[in-house]
């Protein structure tokens, strides 16, 4: 069964840091890119990051560049977003998504984690 759990959600204060796990399993994790996206409540899902298959290129919405790291481990079957400098606007649940590359289609998603920043 191909899944991804995410892990390592929760709540911050605002200016604080996470770091969000998302673990494969039933498949290999350098067949695909690998997106990170998140929903706050009431809004659509969006795009914060992503990684190639084989990590050497990233890209992040402009609300987080320079804020959030995206890094994987192919080896572990691991991705993970690292989150600085957190906002009470990002706060959403956040989810990893598997896609052929970077912007392209979703495969298939987690069941995603929430992160609550707020004071």
């Known amino acids: 069964q191909l899944q991804f759990v995410e892990s390592g959600g929760g709540l911050v204060q605002p200016g604080g840091s996470l770091r969000l796990s998302c673990a494969a399993s039933?498949?290999?994790?350098?067949?695909?890119?690998i997106g990170w996206f998140r929903q706050a409540p009431g809004k659509e899902r969006e795009g914060v990051s992503c990684i190639s298959r084989s990590g050497d290129s990233t890209n992040y919405a402009d609300s987080v560049k320079g804020r959030f790291t995206i890094s994987r481990d192919n080896a572990k079957n691991m991705v993970y977003l690292h989150m600085n400098s957190l906002k009470p606007e990002d706060t959403a649940v956040y989810y990893c998504?598997?896609?052929?590359?970077?912007?392209?289609?979703?495969?298939?998603w987690g069941k995603g984690t929430l992160v609550t920043v707020s004071s």
């Open positions: 998504a598997a896609q052929s590359y970077c912007s392209g289609p979703v495969h298939f």
């Open positions: 039933g498949f290999t994790l350098n067949y695909y890119a």
